[in-house]
């Protein structure tokens, strides 16, 4: 599993394609991004780097860390498409439909209880997504939250 802008310009090389500036500038941005960034906010962080990127670059890039595996795109409920770093490992996402804020979590229990799910109905599970979609409970009461 590749995890870096070095490992992505290693693709780039094997499959002839030139590991520009602007492609590894993209490329270091989505892979470092621990939010789910949608295209807004990537071309924001893009542009504080490298205002030169231009934004057929940053969907051809994408485009391409995506093929290669790099990362995901997610598609939440009604909300622009976000990217974030592949994981081969499950996880879910909690979507604060406030906010917007994606919240990755992993949890071995919810794991083998949907692997249980499958046997029971017949099949080896090799993959499952989870989404969850919440707000705050403090905002669901209409009042600020406490401090501590």
Same mark, same amino acid.
């Given at each position: ?10 693709? +780039? ?7 520009? !500036? ?11 991004? !621990? &939010?789910?960034? &949608? ?22 890039? %994408? ?5 290669? @595996?790099?990362? $995901? ?15 081969? %490992?499950?996880? @879910?996402?909690?979507? &604060?439909?406030?906010? @917007? ?14 692997? $249980?799910?499958?046997? %029971? ?16 409970? &403090?905002?669901?009461? @209409?009042?600020?939250?406490? +401090?501590?």
């Amino acid at each position: 599993m590749a995890e870096t802008c070095e490992d992505f310009v290693l693709w +780039c090389r094997r499959h002839h394609l030139r590991p520009t !500036k602007g492609r590894r500038v993209v490329a270091t941005i989505v892979l470092h991004s !621990k &939010d789910y960034p &949608d295209l807004t906010e990537l071309r924001s962080r893009i542009a504080a780097l490298n205002s030169r990127v231009s934004l057929a670059t940053v969907y051809r890039t %994408l485009r391409l860390l995506v093929q290669f @595996g790099l990362i $995901e795109r997610h598609k939440f409920q009604g909300n622009p498409t976000r990217y974030g770093p592949a994981d081969k %490992l499950s996880q @879910g996402h909690l979507i &604060d439909i406030a906010g @917007g804020r994606v919240i990755e979590f992993r949890s071995n229990e919810i794991d083998k209880q949907v692997s $249980e799910v499958a046997a %029971l109905l017949g099949y080896r599970l090799i993959g499952h997504r989870l989404e969850l979609y919440g707000e705050p409970i &403090d905002a669901a009461r @209409g009042r600020a939250p406490a +401090c501590p």
